[in-house]
Every structure is written in structure tokens, then in C-alpha cells.
């Protein structure tokens, strides 16, 4: 499962909840106010794991480790639609980064 941070539009999470079981966005869960670690938290908990555009978690998950693992998504200023185009387009990568063990965190340009 994948909590969508805020980061990210909400449509993230309801455009992509059939190719992506169980994603939810902060906002759904009542956190779209709270900070990273309180997400970061929550995540953990959860067995969640985070997509951001943001380098927080990352410097966190430096830190801390993982569970949770990052998706990270390194496009820049691009729109909710370039980013649900990449999500679908690499649904296949992510899915074994999420099943992989070893990994923590995936950074999509």
C-alpha cells in the first residue's frame, strides 16, 4: 500500500486506486496537516509505504532507514497528469520495488 503525500494532489490517489490497491492519499487518513515524521510514523505503523516529490523523506529514511520506502518522484514542477503518466508507465518497476527487501528508496525522473 502507498500513502500519497501531500505534495501530491489528491487525484494522485483516487485516479490510481485501481492500478495500485490500497494507495491512499494524506488527506483520506486526516493527516494532510501534519509533518514528515508524524507521516513518516503513520506509514511505518501502517506498513505504508510513502510517494513524495519532496526530499524530506529521503534525508528522514538517511536517518532513520526503512520500512517505510520512498518513491520519490524527482520531475520537478510537472503536473498531477505527468505524474499519474509515470506511475502507470512504470507500475511494473515500482511493484518490485515494493516487493524487494533490500531497497528503500526508488527516484523517478
Do not use: C
Request: hydrophobic content about 45%; cysteine-free.
Amino acid at each position: 500500500m502507498i500513502l500519497v503525500d501531500n505534495n501530491l494532489s489528491y487525484r494522485v490517489a483516487s485516479i490510481l486506486k485501481a492500478t495500485y490497491k490500497g494507495i491512499i492519499h494524506v488527506s483520506s487518513v486526516g493527516l494532510d496537516a501534519e509533518d514528515d515524521l508524524v507521516l513518516w510514523a503513520y506509514a511505518t505503523n501502517n506498513e505504508l509505504s510513502i510517494l513524495t516529490k519532496g526530499a524530506d523523506f529521503n534525508h528522514i529514511q538517511q536517518l532513520n532507514g526503512f520500512p517505510p520506502k520512498i518513491i520519490w518522484i524527482r520531475s520537478g514542477n510537472v503536473s498531477t497528469k505527468h505524474v499519474v503518466g509515470l506511475l502507470e508507465t512504470r507500475q511494473l518497476e515500482i511493484k518490485r520495488f515494493l516487493d524487494d527487501t533490500e531497497l528503500g528508496l526508488l527516484e523517478i525522473w
